[in-house]
């Protein structure tokens, strides 16, 4: 575990991959779990509401084959850890979904001694739970779990510039700058805007 150069957001229950891990925000009644089988129904009730993968082409585009595989994979951890998906919990009602799609090598092009990794972090929440500050509070605990405790350098949050709510939640929530793919063009996933989060912007970051 890193030493965070700031209070982490959450307080952690055990330790990753054991059946009570969870993050429980410090602010009561809202925790990050990893998914269980039994929970499939959740997450594919999220994955299915169109409203909520409207900029996630990975999500809306897929068929509800692919969503059910989507949805059973984060149910098992890999190894090494390659994605951290959680299901966000609201007085024991689950309202979204949050967590790290990709964890791999930061730079693609870096020695073989170098165990530097990064991540690529999102966040859903179900149209009637938004505005309440679950997307801030639950993508700070996924920020500072990953920087702090699985040691990423850094964590990368992609959208499509017309994802007006994401934009607000990074450059007003957390004081970051969007950056622009080269040449405006749009990644894999159709995004256009990036935000790079670390352990020193996010010490820096407008809300804590």
């Given at each position: 575990?890193?030493?965070?150069?700031?209070?982490?957001?959450?307080?952690?229950?055990?330790?990753?991959?054991?059946s009570?891990?969870?993050?429980?925000?410090?602010l009561?009644?809202?925790?990050?779990?990893?998914?269980?089988?039994?929970?499939?129904?959740?997450?594919?009730?999220?994955?299915?509401?169109?409203?909520?993968?409207?900029?996630?082409?990975?999500?809306?585009?897929a068929?509800?084959?692919?969503?059910?595989?989507?949805?059973?994979?984060?149910?098992?951890?890999?190894?090494?850890?390659?994605?951290?998906t959680?299901?966000?919990?609201?007085?024991?009602?689950?309202v979204?979904?949050?967590?790290?799609?990709?964890?791999?090598?930061?730079?693609?092009?870096?020695?073989?001694?170098?165990?530097?990794?990064?991540?690529?972090?999102?966040?859903m929440?179900?149209?009637?739970?938004?505005g309440?500050?679950y997307?801030?509070?639950?993508?700070?605990?996924?920020?500072?779990?990953?920087?702090?405790?699985?040691?990423?350098?850094?964590?990368?949050?992609?959208?499509?510039?017309k994802?007006?709510?994401?934009?607000?939640?990074?450059?007003?929530?957390?004081?970051?700058?969007?950056?622009?793919?080269?040449?405006?063009?749009?990644?894999?996933?159709?995004?256009?805007?990036?935000w790079?989060?670390?352990?020193?912007?996010?010490?820096?970051?407008?809300?804590?």
């Open positions: 575990m890193e030493t965070a150069p700031y209070s982490l957001s959450y307080q952690r229950v055990g330790r990753l991959g054991d009570e891990f969870k993050l429980q925000s410090k009561p009644d809202l925790s990050l779990r990893l998914p269980r089988y039994e929970d499939m129904g959740a997450l594919l009730a999220i994955l299915r509401n169109k409203a909520n993968s409207k900029f996630d082409k990975s999500i809306y585009a068929s509800n084959q692919e969503l059910k595989e989507i949805a059973q994979r984060w149910t098992t951890l890999s190894q090494p850890l390659a994605y951290l959680f299901l966000i919990w609201h007085n024991d009602v689950p979204g979904i949050a967590g790290l799609g990709w964890i791999g090598l930061a730079n693609e092009n870096q020695a073989e001694s170098d165990p530097s990794r990064a991540g690529a972090a999102g966040v929440i179900e149209p009637a739970a938004r309440k500050g997307a801030y509070k639950a993508l700070r605990m996924v920020f500072d779990y990953g920087l702090c405790e699985l040691g990423l350098v850094e964590i990368r949050v992609s959208t499509h510039s994802n007006v709510s994401m934009q607000m939640l990074m450059e007003q929530k957390f004081g970051l700058e969007a950056e622009r793919h080269i040449g405006d063009q749009v990644d894999k996933f159709g995004n256009d805007l990036f790079v989060v670390t352990t020193e912007n996010l010490a820096g970051s407008t809300s804590k």
